[in-house]
């Protein structure tokens, strides 16, 4: 039996897969694609991605703030975060981190995910970062919590002497759709380059469209094109590529 697609990262909770999610999961699964994570937003949406998790087997998520919804939503009671993260279909902390592209002040941002770090070293649970032109003070955030059980970087598009370091950490790099833009040089040299066993992909869909299809909504779907991609850059079968990848994912999040 060929190896099945773990998309790690897919915001499938969000309203644009309101009216075909059923039917998308349904596509995802003639395809092979059997695992998807949703990654955790804020408080509120969480219980949204519960009840997805619940009605969808092979769907997982994650709970925690992205930086992008830091001004709208609050950390919550350590209690109900403690609930969230017991829940059964529940692998890991984020997405978290920093992104110095927004308006918000680093330092309000990072309490936050300093708040998450703790959490990840408490529960030992793996971490999803969401990192953005702050990558040094990531890594030394890193460095001084020592997060046991590590996580990724998910959408990751720095050099290879940046991947290193955090592979060095015990951090992934979540590949996507970046790859599939032959102008992404770094990348796509990044990716050939760092050995196998520290990539993840993800489509971070609805986000990311890949390279011939901007402008619309990017789907779970699409994680087969960013392996084949990858597979190509690497020269490795698509075989090779998807089951390692759905390994990496599936030892880092304990599925
Ligand atoms: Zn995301």
Same mark, same amino acid.
């Given at each position: ?29 003639? /395809? ?74 680093? $330092? ?52 290879? $002497? ?23 040089? /770094? ?69």
């Amino acid at each position: 039996m060929s190896p099945h697609f773990f998309d790690s990262h897919c915001h499938f909770d969000f309203e644009v897969f309101d009216d075909t999610r059923r039917s998308l999961w349904s596509a995802c699964l003639e /395809k092979n694609i059997q695992q998807l994570l949703i990654p955790g937003i804020h408080p509120k949406q969480w219980l949204r991605a519960q009840a997805i998790t619940e009605q969808y087997p092979g769907i997982l998520m994650a709970a925690g703030i992205h930086p992008w919804w830091l001004a709208s939503a609050v950390l919550p009671e350590t209690e109900q975060w403690l609930a969230a993260l017991k829940f059964p279909q529940c692998v890991a902390l984020g997405e978290c981190g920093l992104d110095a592209v927004i308006d918000l002040p680093l $330092e309000k941002q990072q309490v936050v995910f300093e708040a998450h770090l703790q959490m990840a070293v408490e529960v030992s649970m793996p971490l999803i970062i969401h990192v953005r032109q702050a990558h040094n003070e990531t890594l030394q955030l890193l460095k001084r919590y020592q997060p046991p059980r590590g996580g990724v970087i998910h959408g990751f598009s720095g050099s290879i $002497e940046l991947a290193k370091q955090y592979w060095n950490q015990g951090f992934h790099l979540g590949i996507g759709g970046s790859i599939t833009y032959p102008r992404a040089h /770094k990348t796509r040299k990044m990716v050939k380059a760092m050995p196998l066993a520290s990539l993840l992909i993800e489509t971070d869909s609805p986000d990311m469209p890949l390279s011939g299809y901007q402008g619309q909504p990017n789907s779970p779907l699409r994680i087969i094109e960013i392996a084949a991609t990858l597979a190509e850059l690497r020269q490795q079968s698509l075989e090779t590529i998807t089951e390692a990848t759905t390994a990496n994912s599936c030892r880092l999040f304990g599925r």
